[in-house]
């Protein structure tokens, strides 16, 4: 079993860096929770508390972001290695802000907030690999509050999308009526429509009913 840990922290990019005694060393005396789910079966539901990091290490799932009193969802697509909201471990908001599914049979790998920190006080390496990814969350949330008021439409449509993105992987399914979306533009309903025609005809996103498909970067 220790082997089959080994192989797995190997090329997880929170243990990049480290030597393969370090390796070895953190397998012998760190805890390692590991849980296997079914397709279909939620992993990770919204508001649910964070209790350590979550690693998705072998499959692949949906995320699924949900706007205020439910005014949109964005589905997202990932594969493994996944790591699910590590920002959430620490701080005053310990629980999940997204939904996760597994869409093929998944693999988890979990690790206790006390190993964590741990893992940050014995590993120099481990500790500027999460504060790496903590920072590249962080800017990536002072970029989206840029005010997009002087942006044209397709600019804050971009924007919009970015803001509520947690990865970036492509298609993107949101599910949103026109006068929401139009709201939080600050745009009307025909300048909406008029640039979402565009970008329909230009091949980068599908248009139905109350979904919108990003097939690629605006």
Known sequence: ????????????????????????????????GFSQFKKGQPIIRREE?????????????????????????????????YLIEPER???????????????????IL???????????????????????????IGQHRYDILRPSINRNPRERIAAFLNAVSHTSTWPKVLKIKMTTLAEYLSMSRLEISLELNKLSNEGIIRLQRGIITFHRTI
């Open 1 to 32: 079993m220790s082997l089959q840990i080994y192989d797995i922290l190997k090329p997880l990019p929170l243990f990049q860096g480290l030597g393969s005694s370090e390796i070895q060393d953190i397998v012998a005396h760190i805890r390692f």
């Open 49 to 81: 508390n964070c209790r350590g990091l979550v690693y998705l290490i072998n499959g692949e799932m949906d995320i699924m972001t949900c706007g205020e009193n439910d005014s949109f969802r964005l589905y997202e697509h990932v594969s493994a290695p």
């Open 89 to 107: 471990v620490f701080g005053l908001r310990q629980k999940f802000s997204l939904t996760y599914t597994a869409t093929s049979p998944c693999s």
């Open 110 to 136: 979990t690790v206790r907030k006390d190993e964590v920190m741990r893992l940050s006080t014995d590993y120099l390496v481990f500790r500027m690999n999460i504060l790496n990814i903590l920072s590249t």
